[in-house]
């Protein structure tokens, strides 16, 4: 393991297929949380149903890919609508216990023995990229520049995530700048007062959660396809967090802040993970195991995020001024 | 004691209020707002209990009352941002008890709030912007059609930067409104109500906070708005500036209406020394002398 490797495994890791996933979940919780000011801690929860809207579609039901993209964004638009028509006139704790209970529970019912037949329970569902992987226009082989190359399905999906990620910025951008954002945005400083000059704050920050929860479908629909074989158990509460931390890293309430954070997160897990690997594999460090990895690299994102709180908190992207305009 | 009139109160020739009656829940000639049984209560405390209150079209009503009256709580409930226990009333003909806040705004009733309620991280302009009503590209598909709104934009631009130049705030467009003093984010806050085209503008304590210097220019605004055909319902504590620009007069204590009338009744009213003037306030001390050598 020499430093080079490491590095170039760890910027594969960042433009990779998984860290475009995670943008497009991010771009999806600044909509919710940096621009409509909606807490939203069951993101996950919208991957699960866009991962198997994808899987059980397909493979349990035989229809075509497209169609479970479909179903996936469809899937999502309920949950969004489940999670927002109750608690969404309520006080803003309400959607936050909401979305953590509603993501937890899903995971639940869809690994439940009695949902095997549909979902596969436990065991997941697998076997239903394949007509994404059939697709694939590029040339076999792997493909890269230098040290940093993607073998030819990893790329397209690549290719695949990063356009969606690009969609999903010029539409952020083209809504942000339009009257409807500055509602939104009006929502978030203070939704009375959005009220009381005649505008629904309550239809707002309902479309606000389902456009949001699309891009988390989305997501998910493309950790489907690139894992080509799910389970209930990857939709963890914990990739909620990770997506607060990447998005705060990056900057809540901007259009690259949801890019940067998860790209910056991944090389830096990536970074870490590979050094202790490669220590610990050579021996520098005898007392520690590679096992020891996780536990360590939660203690990392915790570290690093309350070094961001104190010295950056508008994140890598925000102003500054503005995170800070109501501490007095 | 019209002698000491402000520019803004009405001649003697113009009576807005003539043929009105100086008393609790009395008829109006051409009541904008009308409210029957209004009540609310938090827990054992009944803060409003408002049996009648008619408010006269373009006039300048002043509501008043001490602290813990139930004047901010009122305001909630006509505009939908409290729940009644009880009552009905009706804006312009039309029923809008149980409307929500924001259908109350839209039929031209626009409040702003005792304690201001500025986006801060907006800019003053975004700030106005936003307030305008029937925008299209307010719309979420609409948003996305930027050519279907960019002239609508424009003239709501215009618009908003004449009502900033009016409240002094125009140099200031381009700063988030959080970086804005208490008092300009009063004139904002009054300024971005304006911008939604009420019929009736609710203004909750608009003075406190403002730079004395601009009060005068702030009743002028007021006045004129009235005199362009606003009516104007406010709640204010300084007692020059409420007998100086109202027309009438509605006094509130623990809930209640206890009178109302134009400001010379009101000087000379007992229940309302009793209640409010002699007992909290030491100007109103004045009117309690005024009264011995009253009408
Ligand atoms: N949300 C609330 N919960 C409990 N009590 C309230 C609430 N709002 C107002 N009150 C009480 O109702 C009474 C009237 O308050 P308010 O309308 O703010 O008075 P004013 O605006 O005339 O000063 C006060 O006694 C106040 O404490
Ligand atoms: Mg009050």
């Given amino acids: 393991m020499d430093t080079m490797t490491i590095l170039s495994l760890s910027v594969e890791t960042a433009i990779g297929p998984v860290a475009a996933i995670y943008v497009l979940a991010a771009i999806g919780l600044n909509m919710h949380f940096g621009y409509t000011g909606l807490l939203n801690f069951g993101q996950v929860g919208f991957m699960l149903v866009g991962a198997y809207g994808v899987a059980v579609s397909v493979a349990t039901f035989g229809l075509p890919l497209w169609m479970g993209f479909l179903v996936s964004l469809a899937c999502s638009v309920v949950l969004a609508l489940v999670l927002g028509i109750p608690t969404l006139r309520l006080r803003s704790d309400y959607l936050a216990i909401s979305t953590i209970a509603v993501a937890e529970v899903l995971r639940l019912v869809y690994r439940a023995e009695f949902a095997r037949p549909v979902t596969g329970g436990v065991y997941g569902r697998q076997s239903f990229a394949d007509a994404f992987y059939d697709a694939n226009p590029l040339p076999e082989g792997s493909l890269g520049v230098g040290r940093v190359d993607f073998s030819s399905d990893e790329l397209w999906l690549m290719l695949v995530c990063w356009l969606l990620v690009a969609a999903g910025l010029a539409m952020m951008a083209l809504l942000m700048n339009s009257p409807w954002g500055r509602v939104i945005k009006g929502i978030r400083e203070d939704e009375d007062a959005v009220r009381s000059l005649g505008k629904d704050a309550f239809t707002y920050k309902l479309q606000s959660l389902v456009f949001g929860g699309v891009f988390g479908g989305l997501a998910g629909a493309m950790i489907a396809l690139n894992q080509q074989n799910i389970t209930p158990d990857q939709f963890m509460p914990q990739v909620t967090f990770y997506l607060w931390a990447m998005l705060l890293l990056g900057g809540v309430g901007t259009i690259w802040g949801p890019v940067i954070g998860p790209v910056i997160m991944w090389f830096m897990l990536t970074l870490f993970d590979e050094t202790l690997r490669g220590m610990a594999s050579t021996g520098v460090l005898p007392f520690l195991a590679t096992s020891d990895s996780g536990p360590l690299r939660h203690a990392l994102v915790g570290v690093g995020l309350m070094l961001l709180i104190v010295y950056r908190p508008q994140g890598l992207v925000g102003n500054r001024k503005e995170m800070l305009v109501n501490v007095k | ?295």
């Fill in chain 2, 1 to 295: 004691m019209s002698s000491d009139a402000t520019p803004g109160a009405p001649e003697a020739g113009q009576d807005r209020m003539a043929g009105t009656a100086p008393e609790t829940g009395s008829a109006k000639t051409d009541p904008i707002l009308k409210a029957d049984g209004i009540r609310r209560s938090f827990g054992g405390l009944t803060a409003v209990d408002v049996e009648h209150l008619e408010v006269q079209r373009s006039t300048i009503t002043a509501l008043i009352g001490p602290n813990g009256a139930g004047k901010s709580t009122l305001f909630n409930l006509l505009t939908g941002f409290d729940r009644a226990d009880a009552g009905e009333w009706s804006f312009q003909g039309r029923r809008i008890d149980r409307m929500a806040g924001h259908k109350v705004a839209r039929q031209g009733m626009v409040r702003t709030f005792q304690l201001t309620k500025a986006l801060t991280r907006l800019t003053v302009l975004e700030n106005m912007l936003l307030a305008a009503p029937g925008q299209r590209g307010e719309r979420f598909l609409g948003a996305f059609g930027r050519w279907l709104w960019t002239g609508q934009e424009a003239a709501n631009r215009e618009r908003a930067m004449e009502l900033l130049a009016r409240f002094k705030l125009d140099a200031k467009k381009d700063d988030i409104a959080g970086s804005l003093s208490g008092g300009q984010r009063k004139l904002l806050e009054m300024a971005r109500s304006l911008m939604v085209e009420p019929s009736m503008v609710m203004l909750d304590e608009p003075m406190a906070g403002v730079n004395p210097a601009l009060v005068q220019s702030l009743l002028e605004h007021i006045t004129a708005l009235r005199d362009e055909g606003t009516t104007v319902l406010f709640v204010e504590h300084d007692m020059d500036v409420i007998m100086g620009i109202s027309d009438w007069i509605v006094v509130m204590a623990q809930g209640r209406v206890i009178a109302e009338g134009r400001p010379a009744d009101i000087r000379s009213n007992e229940h309302v020394i009793d209640a409010y003037l002699g007992a909290h306030h030491d100007e109103p001390g004045q009117g309690a002398q005024q009264k011995e050598e009253g009408p």
